[in-house]
C-alpha cells in the first residue's frame, strides 16, 4: 500500500472541516496509508522568522518524492494528478501545504515538483480538504472507479 505523507502548518480549528477530513482520511484507507503531520503555525512572529521556523520544521520529514502545493506551480486537471501518482510506482509521496507566508529556499532545494490546483488563493485549512479530496479522486481514476466524472 502506497505511502502518502501530508505535511501542513498550524491545525484545524473548525468542526466541519475536521470532519471532512476525517471523512477522506477514511476514505483513503482503501488505497493508501496517509499520514497528516501537523507543524506548528508561527502566527506571532515577523514574516521572515516565521517562514524560517516553518519551513525548518518542514525539512525534518521531506521523505521520498516531495511535492510543494504552490499557487506557481505546474497547473494539474484531476487526471494529470492521478497519473503523477501512479507514475510513482508506489513510492512514498510528501505532499506540502506551506504556511501563510510560504517557505523558504532550503525547502524549495528539496523538492521534486510544485504543483497548482488553480490560480486562486485558498484559506490553508480549507485547502487541507481539497487536497485530500484530490487525492481521493486520483485514487478513484487511478482504480477506474465511478466518482470521478
Given amino acids: 500500500m502506497q505511502k502518502i505523507k501530508l505535511i501542513v502548518i498550524g491545525t484545524i480549528k473548525e468542526q466541519y472541516l475536521k470532519e471532512a477530513i476525517l471523512e477522506y482520511k477514511k476514505r ?37 518524492d516531495s511535492i510543494l502545493f504552490d499557487i ?44 497548482s490546483f488553480g490560480s486562486i488563493t485558498f484559506p490553508h485549512q480549507l485547502f487541507r480538504v481539497v487536497a485530500l479530496e484530490q487525492l481521493y479522486r486520483a485514487y478513484t481514476i487511478i482504480n477506474n472507479l465511478p466518482y470521478h466524472k
Fill in 72 to 115: 506557481k506551480g505546474e497547473s494539474l486537471t484531476s487526471n494529470d494528478f492521478a497519473q503523477m501518482i501512479k507514475n510513482s510506482n508506489g513510492a512514498q509521496l510528501t505532499f506540502i501545504i506551506g504556511g501563510s507566508n510560504g517557505i523558504d529556499d532550503r525547502v524549495k532545494k528539496h523538492i521534486n515538483k510544485k504543483i
Fill in 28 to 64: 483513503l484507507s482503501k488505497f493508501c496509508s496517509l499520514e497528516i503531520i501537523e507543524l506548528t503555525e508561527y502566527s506571532f512572529l515577523p514574516t521572515n522568522i516565521k517562514i524560517e521556523k516553518e519551513s525548518a520544521q518542514i525539512m525534518n520529514y521531506l521523505k521520498g
